[in-house]
């Protein structure tokens, strides 16, 4: 049975200050992407998971440096492997996802989305790690603009949404994806300073 992974166990990267082997690691994970294995990530094409990674990391709010990289809670986070460097997870933290605030009439400073673990390393504690993260930078967001902060999200996998309810998301209404061509559940939580 494959181990259970812990905090230490993972180096946590932001995608745009990765090595170029890591980076490369990622996109070559995000080509075997199989919509009915993945929850409809797809490979290719202008709205495929890579192109979106690239689109919220590099086009809308390009890094000015590595600080810049540290200090918003915008961008993609990627979990390697510390022991034998392998990519196990990733999870980004948007303007918008999908269009889904700006078409739904949804205030608020942010939204997580693409939050993915290879079939490989599901089950394993990745997911949890990567969403801690994504936690951690939100209420940091917070914290350093000493105003509260609402993040939203959206899922249909009832594993995920228990994983969102256990860092304080509640459901609040169904949403229409457009790029998905269906409804999801929207999620929400306010971060207030600390």
């Known amino acids: 049975m494959a181990r259970r992974y812990t905090r230490d166990d993972l180096e946590i990267c932001s995608f745009a200050g990765l090595a170029p082997d890591k980076a490369r690691a990622v996109e070559a994970y995000c080509h075997t992407l199989d919509p009915d294995r993945d929850g409809g990530e797809t490979p290719y094409g202008h709205r495929s998971t890579l ?15 590595a600080d ?3 200090s918003t809670p915008f961008g993609t986070v990627c979990a390697f492997d510390r022991l034998d460097g392998a990519f ?63 993040f939203h999200l959206f899922t249909d996998n009832a594993v995920a949404a228990a994983m969102y309810a256990k860092l304080g998301y509640a ?11 269906c409804a999801e559940d929207l999620y929400s939580r306010t971060y207030r300073p600390e």
């Open 51 to 65: 192109a979106w990674i690239h689109f919220h990391n590099f086009e809308i709010e390009p890094p000015k440096s």
């Open 171 to 181: 459901f609040q209404r169904q949403v229409f994806v457009g790029d998905f061509n």
């Open 88 to 150: 196990v997870g990733m999870g980004s933290i948007v303007t918008d996802d999908r269009n889904v605030l700006r078409s739904n009439g949804i205030r608020g400073d942010g939204m997580w989305g693409g939050v993915i673990t290879p079939a490989e390393f599901r089950g394993r504690g990745v997911a949890s790690i990567v969403c801690a993260e994504l936690n951690r930078r939100c209420q940091a967001f917070a914290n350093r603009s000493a105003m509260p902060a609402t």
């Open 68 to 70: 810049d990289v540290a």
